[in-house]
């Protein structure tokens, strides 16, 4: 059964069409300022999920924060549904239940391997902090002091799965930047390394809870000043050069993982992850045509990927034609589906502009804005692997087996040849009589017969 709280009330979700609005008819009555007779409707599926859409183009709507586009949104259990201030918490309790305890991680040796795998990602102030669902693409802000993961419908990002505490463990603000706090049973985890109680968080981090993972974002901490050049000390020493210090080199963190994270790496490259085993492929890609970007490759890594100005997006154009939140790309049952969210100037595939949902084929233009990209698709290998394509296999090369060399054998003695016996032929005149018994001696008969009977008929 599905439902909607809100301070202390329940509004249980029928099958079919509900509607949120002030008019007293409506299945949700919100009667607060700035709410709509019709504000939004949500509508069952067939599987029992629901979805949230406008009543009226009008009609602000916000998901966990993000606002809502045109197109219907699928809710989660534990959305926070925002409508004029007022917030409405959708819970599906389908997903809830209770905690599965999992075996506990050797927290010594985990936090041996997190010193020595540890990524060097970007420090970041207290401002500015994000998360991105790394499996369905959905953002959510940390607007408050905290923002809390677990599987009640309370918590602000709700984590399904029996391995999820109900408060499983929230992200604060320090004055050192955002610190994540562990409170679960089964542990909670930073670049695939379960963490000892908390752990400061930098820019791109990866939190794992149960079966979920989220990319963390927050303002870039600014470079301390470098420090002044200490007076060297008088004496034969000054005068000896210091010898040089190689340079260190960036660690794998620094170069890459916000690379990953914004861009992508090329279609040809594969990075190593934490583990030391090379990552997945990614599954797409745009190709850049135009502007400061011109000849890059932004890729897509996930079947959800939100696309747009700000670095909280999993693809991002800095651009001022782009928007914040500019795009929306889904992968449907093997489709790539592209959505525009209401952006302030447009998406354009083949220079036609975009409204609500498009597919996208092999090769097509697609512009954001003023920054004209070409998408290609690179998982066409999956479909072959399902048996959903045609298999091209590589052309095989024979090389012509090398005679074999002739081995000499001693020459046997033939055996006499006998003597033919000479052929004994009959005289000429026997040839020709035994040529005449055939058809000759036949007419023959035939032509005294027919004589005789012209002798008999004039007598």
Known sequence: MALLEMGGKRFTLPQGEVLLGADPGSAVPLVFPGVLPKHAKLKSLPDGQFVISKAVPEAEVLINGVRLGAEPTPLLHGDKV??????????????????????????????????????????????????????????????????????????DVVVPGKDVSRRH????????????????????????????????????????????????????????????PQNPQPGPAANIPA???????????????????????????????????????????????????????????????????????????PDESVSTSHAKLQRREGVWVLVDLDSTNGTFIDGDQIKGESPLAPGVTVRFGEIATVFEPTDDGEAVAKGGGTRVMEVLTMSPQPPKPAVAKPAAAKPPVPAKAPVKRAPVAQQQEKKGKGCG???????????????????
């Not at 909670?188 to 109680?197: F, H, K, L, Q």
């Not at 001696?441 to 007598?459: E, R």
């Open 82 to 155: 925002e409508v004029a201030g007022q917030e409405l918490t959708f819970v599906d309790e389908r997903r809830s239940g209770s905690t599965q305890y999992v075996q506990a991680m050797n927290l010594p040796q985990a936090m041996a391997q997190a010193k020595a795998e540890a990524k060097g990602g970007k420090a970041t102030t207290n401002t500015g902090g994000r998360v991105v669902s790394l499996t369905d693409g959905r953002e959510y802000a940390i607007t408050g002091a905290s923002l809390v993961f677990g599987r009640d419908a309370s918590c």
């Open 169 to 228: 463990a929230e992200i604060v603000q320090t004055p050192k930047g955002y610190l994540v706090v562990d409170s679960s049973t089964n542990g909670t985890s930073v670049n695939d390394v379960r963490i000892e109680g908390q752990r400061l968080l930098a820019r791109a981090d990866v939190l794992t809870i149960g079966e979920e993972k989220f990319r963390f974002y927050a303002d870039t901490a600014a470079a301390p000043p470098p420090s002044p």
């Open 243 to 317: 010898p040089a210090v190689p340079p260190v080199p960036p660690t794998r963190g620094e170069v890459s993982k916000l690379r990953e994270t914004v861009h992508g790496p090329s279609p040809k490259q594969n990075p190593p992850t934490a583990s030391g085993r090379p990552s997945a492929a990614p599954l797409a890609s745009f190709l850049v045509r135009g502007g400061s970007l011109k000849g890059e490759r932004l890729s897509v890594k996930t079947p959800i990927v939100n696309i747009g100005r700000a670095d909280y997006n999993d693809i991002v154009i």
């Open 441 to 459: 001696s036949s007419a023959a008969v035939l032509l005294l017969g027919m004589v005789g009977l012209v002798y008999w008929f004039l007598n």
